[in-house]
Protein backbone atom coordinates (compact mmCIF):
# COMPACT_ATOMS: atom_id res chain seq x y z
CA UNK A 1 0.00 0.00 0.00
CA UNK A 2 2.96 2.32 1.16
CA UNK A 3 4.95 1.73 -2.29
CA UNK A 4 2.63 4.00 -3.97
CA UNK A 5 2.54 5.99 -1.49
CA UNK A 6 4.90 19.03 -4.31
CA UNK A 7 2.18 20.59 -3.51
CA UNK A 8 2.31 23.91 -5.64
CA UNK A 9 2.57 26.87 -2.89
CA UNK A 10 -0.39 29.04 -1.69
CA UNK A 11 0.34 32.58 -1.36
CA UNK A 12 -0.35 35.30 0.60
CA UNK A 13 -3.31 36.64 -1.48
CA UNK A 14 -4.77 33.04 -2.54
CA UNK A 15 -3.97 33.11 -5.62
CA UNK A 16 -0.64 33.50 -8.07
CA UNK A 17 -0.76 36.27 -11.47
CA UNK A 18 1.01 34.44 -14.35
CA UNK A 19 1.38 36.21 -17.95
CA UNK A 20 -1.16 38.53 -16.90
CA UNK A 21 -3.77 36.17 -16.25
CA UNK A 22 -6.23 37.42 -13.51
CA UNK A 23 -9.30 36.24 -13.65
CA UNK A 24 -10.33 33.69 -10.83
CA UNK A 25 -11.02 30.50 -12.79
CA UNK A 26 -11.37 26.36 -11.65
CA UNK A 27 -8.37 25.14 -11.47
CA UNK A 28 -9.30 22.28 -14.16
CA UNK A 29 -12.60 20.86 -15.35
CA UNK A 30 -13.78 18.13 -14.12
CA UNK A 31 -12.98 16.40 -17.66
CA UNK A 32 -9.77 17.49 -17.38
CA UNK A 33 -8.96 15.75 -13.75
CA UNK A 34 -10.45 12.60 -14.67
CA UNK A 35 -7.96 12.79 -17.59
CA UNK A 36 -5.04 13.50 -15.34
CA UNK A 37 -6.21 10.65 -12.60
CA UNK A 38 -5.84 8.31 -15.52
CA UNK A 39 -2.65 9.50 -17.32
CA UNK A 40 -0.99 9.14 -14.01
CA UNK A 41 -2.63 5.77 -12.65
CA UNK A 42 -1.16 4.65 -16.43
CA UNK A 43 2.55 6.35 -15.83
CA UNK A 44 2.49 4.63 -12.40
CA UNK A 45 1.96 1.20 -13.66
CA UNK A 46 4.20 1.41 -16.13
CA UNK A 47 7.13 2.40 -13.79
CA UNK A 48 6.31 0.01 -11.38
CA UNK A 49 5.73 -3.14 -13.44
CA UNK A 50 9.42 -1.90 -15.34
CA UNK A 51 10.94 -0.64 -12.12
CA UNK A 52 11.87 2.32 -14.03
CA UNK A 53 11.76 6.20 -12.73
CA UNK A 54 11.48 7.34 -16.59
CA UNK A 55 8.42 6.22 -16.91
CA UNK A 56 6.34 7.95 -14.46
CA UNK A 57 8.94 10.80 -13.34
CA UNK A 58 5.88 13.73 -15.59
CA UNK A 59 3.79 12.73 -13.91
CA UNK A 60 4.55 13.17 -9.63
CA UNK A 61 6.57 15.59 -8.22
CA UNK A 62 7.31 16.47 -4.26
CA UNK A 63 6.91 14.69 -1.57
CA UNK A 64 5.64 11.20 -3.34
CA UNK A 65 8.26 12.17 -6.03
CA UNK A 66 10.97 11.58 -3.64
CA UNK A 67 8.98 8.67 -2.58
CA UNK A 68 8.43 7.52 -5.46
CA UNK A 69 11.78 7.36 -7.03
CA UNK A 70 13.62 5.84 -4.14
CA UNK A 71 11.43 3.11 -4.44
CA UNK A 72 11.90 2.26 -7.91
CA UNK A 73 15.66 2.57 -7.52
CA UNK A 74 16.16 0.41 -5.02
CA UNK A 75 13.65 -1.90 -6.99
CA UNK A 76 15.70 -1.72 -9.84
CA UNK A 77 18.75 -2.48 -8.09
CA UNK A 78 17.25 -5.48 -6.66
CA UNK A 79 15.38 -7.00 -9.50
CA UNK A 80 16.83 -5.37 -12.60
CA UNK A 81 14.26 -7.30 -14.65
CA UNK A 82 11.29 -5.73 -13.22
CA UNK A 83 8.26 -6.35 -11.19
CA UNK A 84 7.72 -10.15 -11.21
CA UNK A 85 5.07 -9.17 -8.23
CA UNK A 86 3.47 -6.50 -9.98
CA UNK A 87 -0.52 -5.96 -9.84
CA UNK A 88 -2.12 -2.98 -11.78
CA UNK A 89 -3.22 -0.03 -9.63
CA UNK A 90 -6.74 0.70 -10.57
CA UNK A 91 -8.39 3.78 -8.78
CA UNK A 92 -12.30 3.93 -9.33
CA UNK A 93 -15.20 6.21 -7.35
CA UNK A 94 -12.61 9.31 -8.18
CA UNK A 95 -14.00 12.62 -6.84
CA UNK A 96 -12.47 15.66 -7.21
CA UNK A 97 -12.31 19.03 -5.06
CA UNK A 98 -11.19 21.65 -7.58
CA UNK A 99 -10.66 24.94 -5.87
CA UNK A 100 -11.13 28.24 -7.87
CA UNK A 101 -8.18 30.33 -8.48
CA UNK A 102 -5.92 32.95 -10.74
CA UNK A 103 -2.94 31.79 -12.91
CA UNK A 104 -0.35 29.57 -12.17
CA UNK A 105 0.22 27.30 -10.74
CA UNK A 106 -2.84 24.88 -10.13
CA UNK A 107 -3.69 22.34 -8.50
CA UNK A 108 -7.08 20.20 -7.42
CA UNK A 109 -7.48 16.74 -4.82
CA UNK A 110 -8.85 13.47 -6.17
CA UNK A 111 -10.19 11.51 -3.49
CA UNK A 112 -10.44 7.96 -4.67
CA UNK A 113 -10.93 3.97 -4.10
CA UNK A 114 -8.22 1.34 -4.71
CA UNK A 115 -8.23 -2.59 -5.52
CA UNK A 116 -5.17 -2.15 -2.55
CA UNK A 117 -5.41 -1.08 0.64
CA UNK A 118 -8.80 -2.14 2.16
CA UNK A 119 -11.51 0.15 2.26
CA UNK A 120 -8.80 3.38 2.54
CA UNK A 121 -9.64 6.82 0.44
CA UNK A 122 -6.53 7.46 -1.76
CA UNK A 123 -5.91 10.94 -1.70
CA UNK A 124 -3.64 12.73 -4.34
CA UNK A 125 -3.04 16.04 -4.84
CA UNK A 126 -2.94 16.84 -8.58
CA UNK A 127 -0.32 19.98 -9.47
CA UNK A 128 0.74 21.80 -12.57
CA UNK A 129 3.06 24.65 -13.23
CA UNK A 130 1.78 26.01 -16.01
CA UNK A 131 -0.37 25.14 -19.15
CA UNK A 132 2.52 23.31 -21.16
CA UNK A 133 2.99 21.16 -18.37
CA UNK A 134 1.03 17.74 -17.33
CA UNK A 135 -0.22 17.14 -14.40
CA UNK A 136 1.46 16.06 -11.68
CA UNK A 137 0.62 14.13 -8.02
CA UNK A 138 2.72 15.65 -5.29
CA UNK A 139 1.02 14.50 -2.42
CA UNK A 140 -0.55 11.14 -1.87
CA UNK A 141 -2.05 9.67 1.91
CA UNK A 142 -4.78 7.05 2.24
CA UNK A 143 -7.78 8.11 4.85
CA UNK A 144 -10.21 6.31 6.79
CA UNK A 145 -13.58 7.22 4.63
CA UNK A 146 -14.96 8.43 7.99
CA UNK A 147 -11.89 10.97 8.45
CA UNK A 148 -12.20 12.76 4.99
CA UNK A 149 -13.43 15.89 5.88
CA UNK A 150 -16.39 17.89 4.64
CA UNK A 151 -15.49 20.96 2.51
CA UNK A 152 -16.46 23.78 1.93
CA UNK A 153 -18.39 24.10 -1.94
CA UNK A 154 -19.84 27.00 -3.55
CA UNK A 155 -22.88 26.71 -5.54
CA UNK A 156 -21.54 25.49 -8.39
CA UNK A 157 -19.47 22.62 -6.33
CA UNK A 158 -15.90 24.26 -6.62
CA UNK A 159 -13.28 23.95 -3.61
CA UNK A 160 -12.43 26.96 -1.72
CA UNK A 161 -8.44 27.11 -1.20
CA UNK A 162 -6.87 28.91 1.94
CA UNK A 163 -3.89 31.26 2.21
CA UNK A 164 -0.83 30.34 2.86
CA UNK A 165 -0.71 32.92 5.78
CA UNK A 166 -4.53 32.28 6.79
CA UNK A 167 -4.03 34.10 10.59
CA UNK A 168 -7.80 32.72 11.50
CA UNK A 169 -6.56 28.95 11.79
CA UNK A 170 -4.34 27.69 14.23
CA UNK A 171 -1.66 27.48 12.62
CA UNK A 172 -0.48 28.94 8.89
CA UNK A 173 -0.28 26.65 6.87
CA UNK A 174 3.18 27.93 5.75
CA UNK A 175 4.38 27.17 9.42
CA UNK A 176 2.63 23.98 9.33
CA UNK A 177 5.67 21.54 8.32
CA UNK A 178 7.66 23.75 11.10
CA UNK A 179 5.74 23.56 13.98
CA UNK A 180 5.37 20.14 13.12
CA UNK A 181 9.06 19.34 12.90
CA UNK A 182 9.72 20.98 16.31
CA UNK A 183 6.91 19.70 17.88
CA UNK A 184 8.28 16.05 17.20
CA UNK A 185 11.24 17.24 18.57
CA UNK A 186 10.08 19.02 21.91
CA UNK A 187 6.58 18.06 22.35
CA UNK A 188 4.33 20.92 23.68
CA UNK A 189 0.82 22.10 22.67
CA UNK A 190 -0.78 22.48 19.47
CA UNK A 191 -1.26 19.25 17.82
CA UNK A 192 -3.68 16.77 19.04
CA UNK A 193 -3.12 13.65 20.57
CA UNK A 194 -2.90 10.57 18.86
CA UNK A 195 -0.46 8.04 16.21
CA UNK A 196 0.79 10.56 14.39
CA UNK A 197 1.71 12.96 17.48
CA UNK A 198 2.13 11.65 21.18
CA UNK A 199 2.13 7.58 19.97
CA UNK A 200 5.19 8.59 17.77
CA UNK A 201 6.92 10.73 20.22
CA UNK A 202 6.62 7.74 23.18
CA UNK A 203 7.70 5.05 20.56
CA UNK A 204 10.73 7.02 19.72
CA UNK A 205 11.49 7.30 23.51
CA UNK A 206 10.92 4.05 23.90
CA UNK A 207 13.53 2.87 21.70
CA UNK A 208 15.92 5.46 21.47
CA UNK A 209 18.18 3.36 23.52
CA UNK A 210 18.54 -0.33 24.16
CA UNK A 211 21.30 -2.80 24.75
CA UNK A 212 23.73 -2.40 22.19
CA UNK A 213 22.16 -0.06 19.83
CA UNK A 214 21.03 3.75 20.46
CA UNK A 215 18.55 5.64 17.77
CA UNK A 216 18.76 9.51 17.41
CA UNK A 217 16.24 11.73 15.16
CA UNK A 218 16.18 14.60 12.92
CA UNK A 219 13.52 15.84 12.09
CA UNK A 220 13.15 19.18 9.11
CA UNK A 221 10.44 20.96 7.67
CA UNK A 222 9.88 20.70 3.82
CA UNK A 223 8.52 24.17 2.63
CA UNK A 224 9.68 24.95 -0.69
CA UNK A 225 9.01 24.56 -4.24
CA UNK A 226 7.02 21.38 -4.83
CA UNK A 227 7.02 20.82 -1.41
CA UNK A 228 4.79 23.78 -0.31
CA UNK A 229 1.24 23.39 1.41
CA UNK A 230 -1.82 22.90 0.16
CA UNK A 231 -5.41 23.07 1.62
CA UNK A 232 -9.16 23.47 1.17
CA UNK A 233 -11.36 25.25 3.48
CA UNK A 234 -13.47 22.41 4.97
CA UNK A 235 -17.50 23.17 6.23
CA UNK A 236 -16.70 23.85 9.53
CA UNK A 237 -14.75 27.08 9.04
CA UNK A 238 -11.50 25.10 9.48
CA UNK A 239 -9.09 23.67 6.64
CA UNK A 240 -7.76 20.16 4.99
CA UNK A 241 -3.85 21.02 4.92
CA UNK A 242 -1.62 18.76 2.91
CA UNK A 243 2.23 18.97 3.84
CA UNK A 244 5.49 17.40 3.83
CA UNK A 245 8.59 17.15 6.22
CA UNK A 246 11.63 15.21 6.57
CA UNK A 247 12.89 12.51 8.65
CA UNK A 248 16.42 11.68 9.51
CA UNK A 249 16.93 8.34 11.71
CA UNK A 250 20.31 7.55 13.27
CA UNK A 251 21.43 4.04 14.72
CA UNK A 252 24.39 3.85 16.19
CA UNK A 253 25.99 0.47 17.82
CA UNK A 254 27.78 0.32 20.77
CA UNK A 255 31.54 -0.15 20.99
CA UNK A 256 32.76 -3.40 19.89
CA UNK A 257 29.34 -4.43 17.92
CA UNK A 258 28.25 -3.33 14.43
CA UNK A 259 25.05 -3.03 12.60
CA UNK A 260 23.37 -5.41 10.36
CA UNK A 261 21.03 -4.76 7.43
CA UNK A 262 18.57 -7.27 6.16
CA UNK A 263 15.98 -4.99 4.67
CA UNK A 264 16.84 -5.23 0.65
CA UNK A 265 15.64 -1.97 0.32
CA UNK A 266 17.86 0.10 2.48
CA UNK A 267 21.15 -2.30 0.93
CA UNK A 268 20.57 -0.91 -2.55
CA UNK A 269 20.07 2.73 -1.18
CA UNK A 270 23.12 2.74 1.06
CA UNK A 271 25.93 5.05 0.54
CA UNK A 272 29.22 5.11 2.63
CA UNK A 273 30.77 2.15 4.30
CA UNK A 274 28.70 0.60 7.02
CA UNK A 275 30.14 0.05 10.18
CA UNK A 276 29.11 1.34 13.51
CA UNK A 277 26.22 3.61 12.34
CA UNK A 278 23.52 3.72 9.82
CA UNK A 279 21.08 6.78 9.14
CA UNK A 280 18.32 6.22 7.06
CA UNK A 281 16.25 9.19 5.20
CA UNK A 282 12.75 9.45 5.18
CA UNK A 283 10.22 12.01 3.57
CA UNK A 284 6.96 12.05 4.78
CA UNK A 285 3.50 13.42 3.56
CA UNK A 286 0.57 14.39 5.76
CA UNK A 287 -2.82 15.56 5.93
CA UNK A 288 -3.97 17.64 8.94
CA UNK A 289 -7.41 18.99 9.66
CA UNK A 290 -6.37 22.93 10.85
CA UNK A 291 -9.10 24.16 13.15
CA UNK A 292 -10.11 27.85 13.55
CA UNK A 293 -7.86 29.78 15.72
CA UNK A 294 -7.61 28.49 19.56
CA UNK A 295 -7.77 24.59 18.15
CA UNK A 296 -5.29 21.80 18.03
CA UNK A 297 -4.53 20.24 14.79
CA UNK A 298 -5.15 16.90 13.79
CA UNK A 299 -2.72 14.89 11.74
CA UNK A 300 -5.52 12.41 10.46
CA UNK A 301 -3.08 10.31 8.10
CA UNK A 302 0.65 10.16 7.31
CA UNK A 303 2.46 8.22 5.15
CA UNK A 304 6.09 8.26 4.39
CA UNK A 305 8.77 6.48 2.31
CA UNK A 306 12.72 5.57 2.43
CA UNK A 307 14.41 7.52 0.30
CA UNK A 308 17.97 7.29 1.72
CA UNK A 309 20.45 5.15 3.58
CA UNK A 310 24.20 6.25 4.36
CA UNK A 311 26.65 3.38 6.84
CA UNK A 312 29.56 5.43 8.27
Not at 183 to 208: C, I, M, Q, V
Amino acid sequence: MVALAAAVAVTASGCVTVHGEREVVPAAGKAEAARALKDFTTAYNKADKAYDRSLDEDHVTGALGAIDAAKLKAGHVNHPDGNANHTPLVLSDARFSIPKKAGWPRWFVADTKANRGGDFRWMLVFTRSDAGRPWQVSYLTLMSPGDVPELKKDKDGWAQPVTADDAALAVAPEDLSRSYATYLKDGGNGFAPGRHTSEWRTTRERTASRPGLARQYVDEPLTSGDYAPVGLRTADGGAMVFFATHHYEKQTASKGLSITVDNENVKALMTGDLKQSLTLERVSNQVAVDPAKGGDVDILTRLEGLTGAKGS
